[in-house]
């Protein structure tokens, strides 16, 4: 069914009609400006208007607080002691323990404590809580790539940024470093520079451990291996300083400058004695320093580096002691040679026993191989070379760097491996018995040059200092830390072979010298003269021009006439 509403309603309820018609328009009310609201306002020529659909938004930076970590010791001393009883008196204490034996409630006590006890104990003789399982299996053979990641970097904290010149590890567990600033450029050292070097914590980079305040900026800084509280640094100004952490931060006692060096301390060891108290250090100013830190005042000993003993010293960048031969030692040198001397020889003249003619530049790393003590390292040009110590050449060398090499030190875990430090701010890994002809592995640590590269006792981590003040330290896998299967027998039938090697061509070249010098009899007594020396002349500037226009037509670009001979 469909509903409909109709709606009526009358015509006159509409009202009236409207009609429209055109008319001319007419002026209805007139309101002329008025010049004095002008100053009401403020003219904008041009005027824009923007109009954003998006609505605002705001951007905000949240940074969680950072907590600085501080080193709190705690002495703990027995206690308990009644008011009436003086815990320093051993007398007093032994009357009180005994006259507190004789009481019936300690007898009790104990028999309560024993009974508790000796339950304890019959189950720790039951079941071993501290038993290591597996312990005698074998490692399995890692098979993981070698790579190596930053764990933490120690910046100098100081305004003015000076270069991480050398860095020592803790001896017992490597947990603390110890790293000596300064600035080694001449004459560039800024204002207002701090002296200050540093302990860090290994575990925290944000603040130094300790400080170390010396006289001049240290160059070189080493631990004691006996003592791990004693540090000896050698000066930018030859003074050499050593602390006792438990002292302060300011050297116990610093040497004297008449007797000190006279250029930058750069190297120093310790040496193998009783008293754990000496240490030898050398200098760019060609001496040899022995000390006691006992007597400080001047030098036990003393070596200039003369090896052609005529009066021209060269100066020593670098040294190296192995404990196991605590007469022997050697030096690098400023020319790129190596010394290798004896500190028992009867003269001066006869402590330098070999110079080995190793490198284009001055010798920034020496180092022997902790397993095999006749071989060693070295760098000091592009290059790092082994040598052995019966041979005056380098039995092995790494290939040409298109950077220059600034440190090297050997695994402490591995006898095949090695590290070098270079001024790109890189390290190369080299594994000789994995490959000889490029680095197993290269780590970009940061982009300034490094100075100085050490390894820890445990070979699982790397210390690598920079121009920029950086320190790094590196975690490198388990496969460059963990000595491999026949790994050490390898390498020594390696380093024998390239021995002979080497014998075998200093033998044919010897040889080869004795039979030229056999051709021209007394050759070296037999001056040319008068006649016999023109025709040489002649002869030797013939073979010369030859030589230049050899493969040239007279008149081509790069011919060389010979000049005319002078009218006699």
Known sequence: MEIVYVYQRKRREFGKQTNFRDRLCETGISIPPDPGYIKNYVERNPCFAEVQSVPEKSEHEVNTESFVLCSRGILHIQGGWPKDVDSTDVEHTIRYKKKIEKDEEYMKSVQIMGNTMEHCIKQNNAIDIYEEYFIDTPDAATVDPPNAKSLNVYRDPNKIKRAATYVSWYPDDGHKIAVAYSQLEFQKTPANMSFDSYIWDVENPNVPDQTLTPSSPLVCIKYNPKDPHILVGGSYNGLLSYWDTRKGAYPVDTSTIEKSHRDPVYNLSWVQSKSGCEFFSVSTDGQVHWWDIRKFAEPTESLLLDPEKNGNVVGGTVLDFETTMPTK????????????????????????????????????????????????????????????????????????????????????????????????????????????????????????????????????????????????????????????????????????????????????????????????????????????????????????????????????????????????
């Open 329 to 568: 030692f050697m030096v690098g040198a400023e020319n790129g040679s190596i010394f290798m001397c004896n500190k028992k020889a009867k003269n001066p003249g006869e402590k330098i026993t070999h110079v080995y003619p190793g490198h284009h530049g001055p010798v920034y790393a020496l180092q022997r191989n902790p397993f095999f003590t006749k071989n060693f390292l070295s760098v000091g040009d592009w290059k790092a070379s082994i040598w052995v110590e019966d041979i005056k050449s380098p039995i092995m060398s790494t290939k040409y760097s298109m950077s220059y090499l600034t440190d090297a030190c050997w695994s402490t875990t591995r006898p095949s491996l090695f590290y070098t430090a270079k001024m790109d701010g890189t390290i190369d890994v080299w594994d000789y018995v994995f490959k000889q002809n490029e680095p197993t592995l290269t780590v970009q640590v940061c982009q300034a040059p490094l100075h100085s590269i050490k390894v820890q006792d445990h070979g699982k981590l790397i210390a690598a200092t920079a121009r920029d003040g950086t320190t790094t330290i590196l975690e490198v896998s388990d496969g460059l830390s963990k000595i491999q299967n026949n790994e050490k027998s390898i390498f020594s039938q390696m380093l024998e072979r390239e021995a002979k090697r080497e014998k075998t061509l200093e033998a044919a070249a010897r040889e080869k010298r004795i039979k030229a010098a056999q051709k021209r009899p007394n050759s070296s007594n037999l001056k040319p003269t008068g006649t016999l020396l023109d025709e040489l002349i002649k002869t030797a500037d013939d073979e010369f021009f030859q030589t230049i226009n050899d493969g040239l037509c007279e008149g081509d670009d790069g011919w060389l006439a010979r000049p005319a001979e002078p009218a006699a």
